[in-house]
């Protein structure tokens, strides 16, 4: 015990002696950090400290501290302590003598940077060479990035933020906390299996709206409708139904937007089957990636026909935050519904009444109901029974589709549309009874 405890304080920290590598990454990170930084505040023709010069000799001082003491970093310290206390006199001078017409002159980037620069020496030759380089192309983006970043920041909201934060905590402590065990005979779905399908498809959902949100044109084109398809082709095809009754001129370039939804669609929903289930992905990649392209094809012959005034003009508005709680509390209680149902059916009825139930569900909200199938809600069945149960429950949603199409945007007009997705209903439920034989 007494050797072991004398062999344990013997032991030190001690890093190998740095390599050539380690040293030219040091010497090229610290050249590269301060090229940008000179470049990026030279523009204002005001003197900072830091630079070409001063961030290869900070790095290689604070690399060189650091290996004179590296047990317990006497020396490095030491050398921060006397960095921070000169970039304490800097920034009181500028605080002192800033103009408060201009841009705020006593910015923390500067002293920053600098200690950046001290800390890269330690990290170059102590650390993985993947971080040292990481942290300085990441380090010279955020402070070259700063036009950019502020205006980003600006077009987002701050209930998305706070809403945004909310997954993360529903991500990363409610999800850990949760068991991976079934808790009740009635369905082998366990509650982690649950939340990992909520959050499938809320991230989703959510980049999706991101993108329309914030890196869309105002007046977009029909890629518009194709982001509400992967968002949601049944309130895009509302949406657009709506758009097409109140703008006449629009209207076909509009229906247009609905069948290239509803091409999107079958590629959303073969996307998130395969993060849980790529077997079932492979059954179901041909007839959805090929329902896909007959759909785009029909949408490109509908847009053909629109007039140059309303070709470019089917944009949906941006849709609700899909991250806000209660479309959340929706979703969840629809997946143990609907998980609980698809047991009760499959043991009761076997195959034919999943379809039946898929056939029924298409008229809501489907996500649910394919999430569980691909996570095996019915473990009876094999995969192409599921995947036949799928594409019924796509192909009810589009007649759901249809119906909204004629109910918002009227039959004058709409018969392409209507035809369309009657006809993806069609071959759907054709290839299910196919491959079921």
């Not at 023709?45 to 501290?65: K, V, Y």
């Not at 369905?187 to 649950?194: G, K, L």
């Not at 079958?266 to 079932?280: D, E, G, K, T």
């Amino acid at each position: 015990m007494l050797g072991a405890g004398k062999r344990r304080g013997h032991k030190s920290p001690m890093p190998a002696q740095p390599s050539l590598t380690s040293l030219a990454l040091l010497l090229g990170l610290s050249f590269f950090f301060g090229l940008a930084f000179e470049e990026f505040y030279g523009r204002s023709g005001e003197t900072r400290p830091g630079g070409i010069r001063t961030f290869p000799l900070l790095a290689i001082a604070g690399g060189m501290l650091y290996l004179l003491e590296p047990v317990h970093l006497t020396a490095f310290i030491a050398g921060l302590l006397v960095l921070g206390a000169l970039l304490l006199v800097y920034y009181r001078d500028r605080l002192n003598s800033r103009d408060e017409l201009s841009e705020a002159g006593a910015t923390l980037m500067v002293p920053i940077c600098n200690v950046h620069a001290y800390l890269l020496g330690p990290i170059a030759l102590a650390l993985p060479h993947w971080l040292a380089v990481a942290v300085t192309v990441t380090s010279v983006l955020l402070f070259t990035g700063r036009e950019r970043l502020h205006a980003l920041a600006r077009q987002v909201q701050v209930e998305e933020i706070v809403t945004a934060g909310q997954f993360l905590i529903l991500t990363g402590i409610v999800l850990p906390l949760l068991p991976n065990e079934p808790v009740t005979t009635l369905t082998s779905i366990t509650p982690r299996q649950a939340w990992l399908a909520l959050l499938a498809v809320c991230t989703v959902s959510y980049a999706i709206y991101l993108v329309e949100r914030l890196l869309a044109p105002k007046e977009g084109d029909l890629w518009m409708a194709m982001l509400g398809g992967a968002y949601s082709s049944t309130a895009t095809t509302v949406v657009l139904a709506r758009r097409a009754r109140a703008e006449p001129a629009a209207a076909t370039g509009t229906r247009a937007g609905i069948t290239l939804a509803t091409a999107v669609m079958y590629l959303r929903i073969l996307v998130i089957v395969a993060v849980f289930n790529l077997a079932l992905a492979r059954e179901l990649a041909v007839p959805l990636v090929g329902l896909s392209l007959l759909a785009t094809v029909w949408a490109w012959a509908q847009y053909r026909r629109a007039t140059p005034d309303s070709a470019g003009k089917a944009r949906p508005y941006a849709p609700g935050n899909p991250l806000a709680l209660p479309t959340a509390a929706i979703f969840a209680i629809l997946y143990v519904v609907i998980s609980l149902l698809s047991s009760w059916v499959a043991g009761e009825f076997g195959r034919f009444g999943i379809f039946a139930l898929a056939a029924v569900v298409g008229v809501a909200d489907i996500d649910p109901f394919v999430l569980n199938l691909a996570q095996g809600g019915t473990a009876s069945l094999g995969p192409v029974s599921v995947a036949a149960a799928i594409l019924i429950a796509i192909s009810s949603n589009n007649l759901l589709k249809a119906g909204y199409t004629v109910a918002f945007a009227g039959w004058r007009g709409s018969l392409l549309t209507v035809g369309a997705l009657a006809t993806l209903s069609v071959l759907g439920v054709a290839i299910a009874a196919l491959t079921t034989l």
